[in-house]
């Protein structure tokens, strides 16, 4: 958390409302997002951010009990805070133990969470008991840089486990528990890093980890919102912008050209986006804040 090929004029590629290939991707844009990517690359990255969707859906706001799968890191904070401020019930998962920041949030907390185990679901069941869970976010990721020199093997797999293979199990066991059911929505934090279409040769390979199981968490996404459904819960994949995190601190060189934003302003984005989702776009992955959150895979919009 990059093969160029010729792409023409962009205002050959895109118009207000259509659906247009980028890369062998099929991307449905907004008239706004549409919009923005006439423009120069410097004046697009910055600009107003955009719900990358055909029509605006219906906002239907986020009530009830909410589960933050990670809420400690950058993000997991700044999510479950801003739910807390919201008037929700909260209950945040850790791996080890709150920090002082999530215990003063007001959020319930579930410690030894955690995602490299397959207990994972299980712990989180049994903290819920019958609670009805409206809403999941799963925040919780990891990312462990490599080099062609010297990979690492059993990050790869960790990473994959974590970031793809526990939101599964999660989803899985609380369905069957019934802490999901009719009217539940279940978020995926995930990444455009997981994006083929979006990867140039500009940007380069390397990280194979990180970009196969996000990849692979955005595929997870997708099948989930077909097993879900007769259950009458929808699920979405978000990337959630490029964030000035501990996670991306590699790339802190980039996050001016990139227009990288804070943890607290991505929150509040994503979770407009969450109140969007219904049964009707169930299964789709979505980046929020449009083409000016998209970090390096903005090398494939030139």
Known sequence: QPHASPRGDPRERGSAGATMMRRGVSVVLSAAAAAALVQPRSARLPARHVFMSAAEPTITPITGNVLVVGGTGGLGTAMTKNLVDRGLNVYAT????????????GATVIEGVDLAKDDCG?????????????????VAGIFITETWEEPKWDANRLM????AVAPLIIANELVKAGNLGEGSRYAMITSEGGSIGLRTQEEGGLNYGHHMSKAAQNMCGKLLSFDMAPFGVSVLMLHPGFLKTPMTQHYSHLYEQYGAVTPDYAAEHILQAVERLNMGNTGRFVAPMGSAGLGLGAMALK
Request: with cysteine; charged share 30%; net charge neutral.
């Open 94 to 105: 850790v791996r080890k133990s709150a920090d002082e920041e999530l215990k003063a949030s």
């Open 122 to 138: 299980a712990r989180i069941v049994q903290s819920l008991g019958d609670a009805k869970i409206d809403m999941v976010m799963v």
């Open 160 to 163: 994959y486990q974590v970031c």
